[in-house]
């Protein structure tokens, strides 16, 4: 790869994970704003419009800097919604967008920021200001980035499904999509689902094989059909995530957890109620035909099938209030700091318990 082609690769990668943070950002409003600034510790706020092309692209930066200061005790990074918030903007006489303010520990008197706007310049002028020693963090992206060396071993697995930005490095569209694209990424990362990208303006052969005409361009490669199709939908988080959700059979909502639906089999709906209104002697019949209905499933449909079983069995030895009792301690459990896999663990023993509980 040449030495172009790997600067774009790593710029957009840096891109794509910046948003993955964004939560570390503290959002100020007229009701929070002196109680969190001008205290006992310096702040760094962006003043901020939604519609602002200058501040979107600022975003992925600004979130990259937040969640390297997150464990900084000494500085807060914030930032204020001005359509939202036009009394308090007007009261620091921000008058275009962004704006960005350094707010030093115990002072409401505002320095404005006039340095480039970038994560590792905005970091040098808080570390000088406010005499912190941060580096900018960039943990890893959940975004594949696609070359011709891999794209076919990537996109026309047949085992998986694949949803591949087709972007440029210049195309402002592109940037602006670029941290909501790493958040479906990580949403799905423990799918069988593959979120990718290309640099179609550098791979022109394969953008011309795709019929890519514009930036960014997205298309579909399901398990069943490689040869690919255009997704249509909205390029917001949600959206993404219901036409996931729907094209893969997934359940997942936009933070990465499992919705209550998951794990649910529908076929074995209507055995579920006839094992719950049945006496002790006859659910032994009822769970007899549970296993043999859970050897007929296929796929995930056949795992989930098997936490069925070994619910209805532990009811039978167990008593009446086993799902209850059993519910309650997952809830425990998921209430934990876990890691995602054991999350997805207790999550769908959870909600195949709740239909035996109803």
């Known amino acids: 790869m040449a030495k172009s082609q790997i600067w774009f690769v790593g710029t957009l990668a840096l891109l794509l994970v910046a948003s993955a943070f964004a939560d570390d950002v503290v959002v100020l409003t007229q009701e929070n704003f002196d109680k969190e600034v001008g205290q006992d510790r310096a702040a760094l706020i962006e003043f901020y419009a939604p519609w602002c092309g200058h501040c979107k692209k600022l975003a992925p930066e600004y979130e990259k800097l937040g969640a390297s200061f997150k464990k900084a005790k000494s500085v807060l990074i914030g930032k204020v919604d001005c359509d939202d918030q036009k009394d308090l903007c007007g009261k620091f ?15 409401l008197e505002p320095k404005k920021y006039e340095g480039a706007r970038t994560a590792e310049a905005l970091a040098e002028y808080i570390n000088t200001e406010g005499g912190t020693n941060v580096k900018i963090s960039a943990p890893p992206s959940n975004v594949v980035i ?31 999509l670029a941290p909501i694209y790493e958040k479906v990424a990580t949403a799905f990362k ?10 179609a303006d550098n791979y022109k052969d394969l953008a011309e094989k795709y019929g890519i005409s514009g930036f960014p361009t997205l298309k579909f490669f399901p398990k069943n059909n490689k040869d690919g199709e255009d997704y249509e939908g909205g390029r917001d988080l949600d959206e993404f995530v219901s036409f996931i959700n729907e094209k893969c059979g997934t359940s997942r909502n936009s933070k ?9 089999v529908a076929s074995l709906e209507n055995l579920v109620k006839e094992f719950v209104s049945a006496t002790n002697e006859e659910k032994k019949a009822v769970f007899n035909r549970f296993e043999e ?25 167990k008593g009446a209030d086993y799902t209850t009792k059993e519910i309650q301690r997952l809830e425990r459990m998921l209430s934990k700091a876990i890691s995602s896999s054991k999350a997805d663990e207790f999550t769908l023993k959870k909600n195949i318990l709740s239909a035996f509980a109803a």
């Open 93 to 107: 006489e921000v008058q275009g967008y962004p704006t960005i303010k350094w707010f030093p520990k115990g002072s």
């Open 146 to 176: 696609l070359t011709p060396d891999n794209f076919d071993e990537v996109v026309m697995d047949k085992s998986k499904d694949v949803l591949v930005e087709f972007y440029a490095p210049w195309c402002g569209h592109c940037k602006s």
């Open 190 to 199: 423990s799918d069988d689902v593959v979120i990718a990208s290309l640099d």
């Open 256 to 264: 990465g957890q499992l919705t209550s639906t998951a794990g649910i």
């Open 293 to 317: 209905e859970v050897g007929k499933l296929e796929g995930s449909a056949a795992r989930y099938g098997k936490i069925y079983t070994k619910v209805a069995k532990s009811c039978m030895e």
